[in-house]
């Protein structure tokens, strides 16, 4: 099963009482297994921040429902991109 979970550019997710989080914890994050749940939220976040620069990340879920977090990774892996285009400029 796919859910969707909420990511910001600084690789913060968003949690369920809709606050920005580092704390990686699959039951306290906000999760959804429709994407238009999930861009509905990301609109009313965008529309509270217009600054704000966030995704949809599609992630599995495990036997609960609740997301698998595989997300240290792909953050270090963003974390080095970011590095890598800001030291390139």
């Not at 914890?25 to 939220?41: E, G, M, V, W």
């Not at 217009?50 to 974390?79: F, H, M, W, Y």
């Amino acid at each position: 099963m796919r859910i969707y979970i909420i990511q910001s550019q600084e690789m913060a997710t968003l949690d369920k009482h809709l606050q920005w989080t580092r704390d990686i914890k699959s039951s306290s994050l906000f999760y959804t297994p429709h994407r238009d749940i999930a861009l509905n939220q990301l609109i009313e976040l965008n529309a509270k921040d217009t600054s704000l620069r966030a995704d949809i990340v599609e992630c599995s879920a495990d036997s609960k429902g609740r997301p698998v977090v595989l997300l240290e990774a792909l953050n270090t892996e963003q974390a080095d991109a970011v590095e890598n285009q800001s030291s390139a400029a």
